[in-house]
């Protein structure tokens, strides 16, 4: 278990240096996220003892199973699934850092309420739904401006930019389009000089597309199949508010 998780490490960061330098970017410009649903602690560890102290879960259930085994290791613990606002309290109990899908302002404002309750910040990304499906979630990319803007308002939220789940497709210049798309929002909301706004961060890109998110400016790729394996769920099942 442990060399195949270190061997598909290796993989997967000499895929990051190597887009980094076909973009002229900096290899450090690119942070490797992990996505663990579905991963057990003790395989967590193994990624964690080895470097990669950034990980993230899909499932409030999930990151509360994992809590105990994982807690006293540093690490640093975003969200990227679909946040229930009756979930809330969780998020925070279970020390997650960063929300990167933050995607209403209902989810927001109850966030917020929550934070202020208990004297404490919380860094987040505003979702957007750059692929137009409609079994994914996030803001429709006419509406991110206004909603980044009045969650900017919110002294609990540090936006720190934008995250996107990219069309699910082999053809590549249709990715790529949904990536183009977040991007364009950034420097737009860039130009419009908000207070209480970083745009340092763009999350998107996978283990299917990281290339090509990383040539439109990822600087946050989400990576969990490549290196521990194929899940028992089809991807469908972590973005089912349902579920």
Same mark, same amino acid.
């Given at each position: 278990?442990?060399?195949?998780?270190?061997?598909?490490?290796?993989?997967?960061?000499?895929?990051?240096?190597?887009?980094?330098?076909?973009?002229?970017?900096?290899?450090?410009?690119?942070?490797?996220?992990?996505?663990?649903?579905?991963? @057990?602690?003790? /395989?967590?560890?193994? =990624?964690?003892?080895?470097? &990669?102290? +950034?990980? #993230? $879960? *899909? %499932?409030?259930? !999930?990151?509360?199973?994992?809590?105990?085994?994982?807690?006293?290791?540093?690490?640093?613990?975003?969200?990227?699934?679909?946040?229930?606002?009756?979930?809330?309290?969780?998020?925070?109990?279970?020390?997650?850092?960063?929300?990167? @899908?933050?995607? /209403?302002?209902?989810? =927001?404002?109850?966030?917020? &309420?929550? +934070?202020? #309750? $208990? *004297? %404490?910040?919380? !860094?987040?990304?505003?979702?957007?739904?750059?692929?137009?499906?409609?079994?994914?979630?996030?803001?429709?990319?006419?509406?991110?401006?206004?909603?980044?803007?009045?969650?900017?308002?919110?002294?609990?939220?540090?936006?720190?930019?934008?995250?996107?789940?990219?069309?699910?497709?082999?053809?590549?210049?249709?990715?790529?389009?949904?990536?183009?798309?977040?991007?364009?929002?950034?420097?737009?909301?860039?130009?419009?000089?908000?207070?209480?706004?970083?745009?340092?961060?763009?999350?998107?890109?996978?283990?299917?597309?990281?290339?090509?998110?990383?040539?439109?400016?990822?600087?946050?790729?989400?990576?969990?199949?490549?290196?521990?394996?194929?899940?028992?769920?089809?991807?469908?099942?972590?973005?089912?508010?349902?579920?």
């Amino acid at each position: 278990m442990k060399e195949d998780i270190l061997h598909n490490l290796e993989i997967i960061n000499n895929r990051i240096k190597n887009a980094c330098k076909k973009a002229g970017r900096k290899p450090d410009e690119v942070k490797l996220l992990l996505a663990t649903k579905t991963v @057990s602690a003790e /395989r967590i560890k193994v =990624a964690i003892e080895n470097g &990669q102290v +950034l990980i #993230a $879960e *899909n %499932k409030v259930q !999930e990151l509360k199973e994992k809590y105990e085994e994982l807690k006293d290791i540093p690490h640093i613990n975003h969200f990227i699934g679909h946040l229930q606002t009756n979930k809330i309290k969780d998020i925070l109990k279970y020390e997650v850092m960063c929300v990167q @899908s933050l995607d /209403r302002l209902d989810l =927001a404002e109850k966030l917020h &309420q929550r +934070l202020l #309750a $208990e *004297n %404490k910040t919380i !860094e987040v990304l505003i979702q957007v739904n750059t692929s137009n499906e409609e079994s994914k979630f996030g803001v429709d990319p006419k509406n991110a401006i206004e909603l980044t803007k009045k969650v900017a308002e919110f002294s609990t939220l540090n936006i720190k930019g934008l995250m996107t789940i990219g069309l699910f497709s082999a053809e590549t210049e249709k990715v790529r389009k949904c990536f183009k798309i977040l991007k364009n929002i950034q420097q737009e909301i860039i130009l419009e000089n908000i207070p209480n706004i970083e745009m340092k961060e763009l999350s998107m890109g996978m283990s299917g597309d990281l290339e090509t998110a990383i040539e439109e400016g990822s600087t946050i790729v989400r990576v969990g199949t490549a290196v521990f394996g194929t899940r028992i769920y089809p991807d469908s099942y972590y973005w089912n508010e349902k579920n």
